[in-house]
């Protein structure tokens, strides 16, 4: 992911960040320390060497999952009957370390750290990732489906809880805001929202704002000082957005949209998770890890859209497929994303790809590290690529269902994505010195093009509109 951003956004990312410093108990005392951070919230702990039923905390905690947990999510259920999620990983805690921990993030937040994808001892331990991620699916589905609003708070009550005291209407200058870091950020996303009807373009900017806040707070110029704890202090805040207590003027907005599309919390509080995640580990030992880390951060962008984009009246597919389908184009994003910095992050120690196909290859981390073009990595290479595309292929049969007005911009963005894989094959699959990029000319090609697609209204309407 990119590390250069524009000026003006850092200057938001660092209020953040002094709100968060602000307000996170000790927060300067936990510098350094971070190893045990990583453990401290519960979000990332190797349990490879306990088993079910064995006590963590003389009673306090003990892991609920049954066998060995060695790649699965673990609920630790803990004495005053709160939760803290463990996401197994390949970093081995000593179980000493883990009790430490854990006392720690109990003392400190009364084990409230949380995630959607816990596992059910008995059955759901076993489930892969792309199971687990599917039950968030379904649940913003049937959300859609049953036209639930999510009114926590009236779109009257958030201004006027945000706005008191204020003559001008901080509401829609909070959108004009969104909008404008959109088209900072990225100009193509920005120019495709321009087609959407005026509500739905200013929802998606305020999601594009909230996703691109969260992800600065990790991969942005102040990420280095960025703990788990600060993630729980912005996650505490995102819970107030939801309850339409917004803390800043680009809080409000998202806080409104919530309030006017049937967007669940559930794929925001995965994003934050994912971060966390991202934070505390730097090896994926299968794709079923590297699947939920994108979905964490990826997929779970595309359940936030498609409630504000819709699905067209005339589209005979299933909500759930529409939603499979947008979790696809995030998921393919991600793994595009990961192709094309393989080197950047490696500079930074990290390898997204999963351990265990590396190893099939016959690729050793240190080949990554001295940025090695083998005709073993290339054939790895291309191997990654093709999964990839088959997730751009899942993803297209959703986008011919939105609604006509959000086909643009999803078109536009799913065929740039898929040009990133065109150019790395191009660069003959250096993706260590060589960075693949798709030319101003291309995107600019691209966007008629995506158009184009995107009169094409969904498949069945076109088979009634023949007969
Ligand atoms: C029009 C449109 C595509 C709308 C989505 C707008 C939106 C809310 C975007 C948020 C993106 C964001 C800031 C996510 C934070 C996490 C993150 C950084 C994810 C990576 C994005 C690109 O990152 P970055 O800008 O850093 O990349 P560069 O390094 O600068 O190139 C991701 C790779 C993932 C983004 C995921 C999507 C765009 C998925 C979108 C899916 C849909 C809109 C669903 C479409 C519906 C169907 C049915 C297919």
Redo the contacts with the bound molecule.
Sequence with gaps: ??LHRPHSFNRIVLVDFIFIAAFVPRFWEKLGSSAMQAVGFGAAISIEKLSWGESVLGGDAEIRSPGDCNDSLVKLRCGRNARVVACATSYSVPPAALTEASVLTRERYGFRAQSSVTTEPSERSFMSAEQKVFEVVQKQAAMVNEERRRSVMSLQDVRSHFMAGSAVNVLDEAYVRCGEVCAE??KT?YL??KLMTPERQRA?WA??VW??R??ELV?GPNASRITPTALDRWEDRFEDIFRGQPYDMLDAALADTVTKFPVDIQPFRD?IDGMRMDMVKSRYANFDELYLYCYN??GT??L???PV?GIAPESKATTES?YN??L???IA??L??ILR?VGEDARRGRIYLPQDELARFGISDADIFAGKVSDKWRAFMKDQIKRARVFFVE?EK??R??DKDSRW??WS??ILYQKILDAIEANDYDNFTRRAYVAKWQKLVSLPVAYGRALVPPPDALARLSR
Aim: proline share 2%; glycine share 10%; with cysteine.
């Design positions: 992911m990119t950020y990225s996303f495709g929202t998606i999601i594009y996703c691109r969260t992800d991969d994003m951060v990826a962008v595309g936030m859209s498609v984009m529409v389908n947008a696809a184009l995030g994003n991600q595009t994303n910095d993803a959703g986008v269902e939105l911009p999803v963005a799913l």
